[in-house]
């Protein structure tokens, strides 16, 4: 039962490094999402796919890139990492399937400080 | 844009006591969904319930139900028989329906203290 999967679990960057961060899910879901969560904010949705070749933005999409080539399979890269983007990054997915609205499966979250 | 609005940072309630979350949104929409989500120390997201704005019952998931006021634009949650394990933060959520139903969007958060 692996459900969604992000790695890493925490990572530091330095001002203008680039990273990727990933997540993967095995319940053949077409939706996956990418959150930030700021302290004070709650999460806000940076992107968002609805099935492989279909990514599009949410309301924090600035300075994050995403694609998503095969369904299992939605990262989340950072060009040029900004302090601003000090955050917890949660990828979540749910499947389209019905006429119900089904609930986010969320990965367990990614620690990133940018110094 | 749809909005939620979580007024009470923090909460706290004695071991065995009941206590109340609340929650408002801002929608033109008919038809959506409402969910709370608690986030304990191990940053885990776990769905506690959730309520289509269709129904008129009250969702209930054992000792979590919540009170949904449609005309009001209210979602407050009642956490019944409180536990240690139920402290954690609570997020009330919002989905749309239709075109709109790719966005969750996501309350401030309440951080709920259960004192033994």
């Known amino acids: 039962n692996a459900g969604v999967t992000q790695t890493p679990k925490f990572q530091v960057l330095k001002t203008g490094q680039s990273m990727t961060l990933q997540c993967a899910q095995d319940?053949?879901?077409?939706?996956m999402s990418w959150y930030r969560q700021d302290p004070g904010m709650g999460l806000r949705l940076i992107h968002y796919?609805?099935?492989?070749?279909?990514?599009d933005q949410g309301e924090v999409p600035n300075g994050y890139n995403v694609s998503r080539s095969t369904t299992e399979d939605f990262p989340l890269r950072l060009l040029s990492a900004a302090p601003s983007q000090t955050s917890v990054y949660f990828c979540?997915?749910?499947?389209?399937?019905?006429?119900?609205?089904?609930?986010?499966?969320f990965g367990n979250g990614t620690r990133l400080t940018v110094t | 844009a749809q909005t939620v609005t979580q007024s009470q940072p923090e909460m706290s309630v004695q071991e065995a006591e009941t206590v109340t979350l609340s929650c408002t949104y801002d929608?033109?929409?008919?038809?959506?969904?409402l969910f709370w989500y608690k986030q304990p120390p191990s940053r885990q997201m776990i769905l506690v319930i959730r309520?289509?704005?269709?129904?008129?019952q009250n969702a209930t998931e054992n000792r979590f139900s919540v009170n949904f006021q449609k005309a009001a634009k209210s979602f407050s949650l009642k956490i019944s028989d409180s536990q240690l394990g139920d402290a954690a933060m609570y997020f009330c959520?919002?989905?749309?329906?239709?075109?709109?139903?790719?966005?969750?969007?996501f309350g401030k958060g309440t951080l709920l203290t259960v004192n033994p």
């Open positions: 319940m053949n879901h077409e939706y």
């Open positions: 979540a997915s749910r499947t389209l399937a019905g006429t119900d609205n089904s609930p986010l499966h």
């Open positions: 796919s609805v099935g492989a070749g279909i990514t």
């Open positions: 959520a919002y989905c749309g329906s239709g075109g709109s139903n790719y966005k969750l969007t």
């Open positions: 309520q289509e704005a269709y129904k008129q």
């Open positions: 929608t033109s929409e008919s038809d959506y969904y």
